[in-house]
Antibody
């Protein structure tokens, strides 16, 4: 059974940093592209960042370019999202997902990030 | 960015009725490989989204055959045949042709 378990969220002040992790199991992690998708409170879904199966390619949504960094450790089956210079508009639940030909196949339970002073 | 526009439903919908959820893209999602890169997801209350349909009309593993997807290059429909209580939630379409964008969601409530 595919499992994606996010961690590392919480309350952070504007301008500070936070790093999210996603522990994957139940599938061959190194074979899959991965992504982070977020959902602001009471809002819709927004793709944030993508990384290829081997980490060789990364893509970001414009509002987070230069502030967020997606990475992975295939030996540990873990996905990361380093978030710097956080803003109030980054407040959201962040979901870790597998990606197969631009389809978000499997989703984690999500982790809440609140950016507030 | 490609803009995805979803229609609304006349909620609440009587249990057992069939409904169609519409989605329109600002650009054709038909790619040169013959696939149409349009996906559908359901987010039940308090849960993570789950994949229902990919490549416009292919059901994901374990998804009920009450769900079906159809469309052209820019206009798409998710049909639910005989809605049930477990179908309640918000349905999102998503394009996978350029970057990855979602529609704003369509809420389904059942009477």
């Amino acid at each position: 059974e595919v499992q994606l378990v996010e961690s590392g969220g919480g309350l952070v002040q504007p301008g500070r940093s936070m790093k999210l992790s996603c522990a994957a199991s139940g599938f061959t992690f190194s074979n899959y592209g991965m992504a982070w998708v977020r959902q602001a409170p009471k809002k819709g879904l927004e793709w944030v960042a993508y990384i290829s199966y081997d980490g060789g390619s990364t893509y970001y949504r414009d509002p987070v370019k230069g502030r967020f960094t997606i990475s992975r450790d295939n030996a540990k089956s873990t996905l990361y999202l380093q978030m710097d210079s956080l803003r109030s508009e980054d407040t959201a639940t962040y979901y870790c997902t597998t990606v197969r030909t631009t389809t978000f196949d499997y989703w984690g339970q999500g982790v809440m990030v609140t950016v507030s002073s | 960015d490609i803009v995805m526009t979803q229609g609304a439903l006349p909620n609440p919908v009587p249990s057992g009725e069939s409904v169609s959820i519409t989605c329109r893209s600002s650009k054709s999602l038909l790619y040169s490989d013959g696939k149409t890169y349009l996906n559908w997801y359901l987010q039940r209350p308090g849960q993570s989204p789950q994949l229902l349909i990919y490549w416009m009309s292919t059901r994901a593993s374990g998804v009920s055959d009450r769900f079906s997807g159809s469309g052209s290059g820019t206009d798409f429909t998710l049909k639910i045949s005989g809605v049930e209580a477990e179908d309640v939630g918000v349905y999102y379409c998503q394009q996978g042709l350029e970057l990855l964008t979602f529609g704003s969601g369509t809420k389904l409530e059942i009477k």
